[in-house]
């Protein structure tokens, strides 16, 4: 006897979907891969608002731009579902509570950050952070590199960012390019993205397989043309307002920054932390690496670390009546111009992507791209360990207690599967045993 037939969940309601959101920026822990798994499960498994391949088209786009993909999914689904409201509830729910609390974090850390018990703390997960992003090389290594090519690809652009000291745009640019020559000569070379493989039967969903783009998500160049040139005017017009020049320095490097952070928060990081420590001294290099071990452990995008750089920038550099006020007015400034780019691409975007739904012509140089982050990641696994292992240069004494902790993160992550938060909690316990110990 057969099984009944599911049936076709019913459309959620601007309000369930809101409830959802907010529910999703307090619990969106782990990365991208951590939050697009959770989008996943609840949103194709569980709710069925959305089917597989839908989802991953969506995914595919997300990817192939610049800024937090998990966020633009969210923002993404959230418009396809519920129209410009529906995109602006999903993708702003996505980072509101992260962005809370790292402001919170930031000022927790510029009132107390001398303690010796949050200096222990803080000192056990850095080398949990080292063996993150060594993780996260070794994942999308694993999954991507499928091809000599691809290695090849890898390879250069570690040795361009480390060595050639070669411009993180200018890498992607030339990744993108050798992906898409690839994929015009040799088609096979292409991993496809991740949309690869048959669809499997699945129970219907709310926007399924065949379910009609809507009317809202037909593609006009017009319309998306509009939208460019209203996302540009209120940056502008928020930009006119600032009172001074430490935040308009502010809101345009990180609105520029967010047009090139491609392959996410640890893959741009080498390029901001150069300009944010070295160009304009917003903050060291030291706090620039507890503000990632911060942000490790927040919910929200990785990129929301450049939320601390704001608050930090803006206490320095006094840019209202008093600190918290300066480090609030700069972080929500960081933070407004780090994401209006990406609210930006997904509305003026989105329905063009909608109109190519059967194309595979984007996973060339998506599958370039890709290729070339492994190695800029590996790069910053290399800035990070130096800084983590070597506090006083690569001439000075190396912590081999602090490499242990990283190598033990590391096993707990690769061997044993074990999530970050429980890890970074552990390594953190054991920095603060160590540290009022000796």
């Known amino acids: 006897m057969s099984e009944p037939k599911a049936l076709k969940p019913a459309a959620p309601t601007l309000m369930e979907a809101l409830a959802f959101w907010l529910k999703l920026g307090f619990i969106s822990f782990g990365g991208p891969a951590g939050q697009i798994a959770i989008m996943r499960q609840e949103l194709v498994e569980r709710r069925r608002w959305i089917s597989e391949k839908r989802f991953l088209h969506a995914l595919n786009y997300c990817m192939l731009l610049p800024g937090p993909e998990a966020q633009q999914l969210a923002t993404y689904i959230g418009w396809l579902m519920h129209r410009t409201w529906g995109g602006v509830i999903a993708g702003g729910l996505f980072v509101l509570p992260g962005a809370l609390i790292m402001m919170a974090l ?8 001398n303690t010796t018990a949050l200096q222990a703390v803080l000192w056990g997960i850095k080398p949990a952070v080292v063996a993150l992003v060594l993780f996260a090389v070794y994942r999308i290594a694993s999954k991507s590199l499928n091809h000599a090519v691809w290695w090849v690809l890898a390879v250069a652009s570690f040795v361009a960012v480390t060595f050639l000291h070669i411009g993180f745009p200018w890498v992607v640019l030339g990744a993108a ?3 898409w020559i690839t994929g015009e000569l040799r088609p096979k070379w292409i ?7 048959k669809a499997k039967a699945h129970a219907p969903a709310v926007i399924d397989d065949d379910t009609p783009t809507p009317t809202h998500a037909h593609f006009s160049f017009t319309r998306s043309l ?45 390029y901001v932390t150069q300009a944010v420590v070295e160009k304009y001294q917003w903050l060291s290099t030291a706090q620039m690496m507890d503000g990632l071990a911060l942000g490790e452990t927040t919910p929200g995008p990785l990129i929301l670390i ?29 933070t407004f111009f780090t994401f209006l780019p990406s609210f930006m691409m997904i509305f003026a975007g989105a329905p063009f992507i909608e109109s ?47 490499a242990a902790i990283a190598v033990a993160a590391l096993v707990a992550f690769v061997k044993f599967k074990r999530g970050p938060m429980e890890t970074i909690a552990v390594c953190a316990f054991l920095g603060l045993a160590v540290k009022l110990i000796a």
């Open 191 to 197: 991993s496809g993205g991740h949309g690869d493989g």
């Open 356 to 402: 190519t739904r059967r194309s595979l012509k984007l996973q060339a140089p998506l599958t370039g791209i890709t290729a070339a982050v492994v190695g800029v990641i590996a790069s910053l696994a290399v800035f990070f360990a130096e800084h983590t292992f070597w506090p006083k240069g690569y001439g000075g004494a190396v912590d081999y207690l602090s």
């Open 177 to 179: 390019i050798v992906g």
């Open 306 to 334: 450049l939320t601390f750089v704001g608050y930090l920038g803006g206490v320095k550099n006094a840019v209202a009546s008093s600190p918290l006020a300066s480090g609030v007015l700069a972080a929500s400034v960081v």
């Open 106 to 113: 930031a000022w927790g850390y510029v009132t107390f950050g």
């Open 226 to 270: 509009g939208l460019v040139v209203a996302f540009v005017a209120l940056g502008v017009a928020v930009y006119a307002l600032l009172p001074n020049k430490a935040l308009a320095d502010m809101a345009e490097f990180f609105a520029s920054a967010a047009l090139v952070t491609f392959g996410g928060a640890y893959a741009v990081l080498p």
